[in-house]
């Protein structure tokens, strides 16, 4: 008969090894960071990921393939994880821009460029393309919007993909690739 103080360091040796590897399993797999996700295309591939947390506001900036001028779209993270346009900016009329502001919103013209602000639109995601002809899209975010990246570091040119704010975990974290200033 094995004495019981033997049978326990066994028992103690074979559950520690164990527990520490179930540990780790959960932390690997429990959401934990709240990002900005760029999906490939229809998938649930993750090509890049900007960490974010409720409140943060981020900005998407296209350059319009026909008159060539900026136009930029503005975001908040909504409490919820999803995304609200809150202004729209650009500088000239013609195809895609809007011609007024809606219900509740407020159009302004000032240095150059037309706002259209106080808008809630919200999201659950979207749906993007890089530029294919004219490829000089961007990400800015930060505090004061002042933290940028080309689109073209981390996407092909013309590529499309849909992006959402969840959370994830340290897996779907190495899956994708960070974006960073």
């Excluded at 809606?102 to 150059?112: H, L, Q």
């Excluded at 659950?124 to 004219?134: A, F």
């Excluded at 002042?146 to 897996?171: C, H, I, P, Q």
């Amino acid at each position: 008969m094995i004495p019981l103080r033997v049978f326990s360091r066994k028992l103690l040796r074979l559950a520690v090894p164990i527990m520490l590897v179930a540990l780790c399993g959960i932390v690997w797999f429990l959401p934990l960071r709240t990002a900005l996700v760029f999906y490939k295309e229809n998938t649930n591939r993750i090509q890049a990921f900007l960490p974010v947390e409720p409140g943060e506001t981020f900005q998407i900036v296209f350059k319009h393939s026909i008159h060539l001028t900026d136009v930029i779209e503005k975001y908040r993270v909504t409490e919820d994880l999803k995304i609200e346009q809150y202004e729209f900016v650009f500088e000239e009329f013609g195809i895609g821009m809007p011609s007024n502001a809606g219900e509740g919103e407020e159009f302004v013209y000032d240095d150059g460029k037309y706002h259209i602000q106080n808008m809630s639109n919200v999201f659950p995601s979207l749906n993007i393309r890089n530029g294919k002809t004219v490829s000089e899209h961007r990400l800015i975010w930060g505090d004061q919007g002042d933290k940028m990246v080309w689109f073209n570091e981390y996407f092909d040119s013309g590529a499309w993909f849909t992006v959402k704010v969840e959370r994830l975990t340290a897996w779907e974290c190495v899956k994708g690739v960070e974006i960073r200033e």
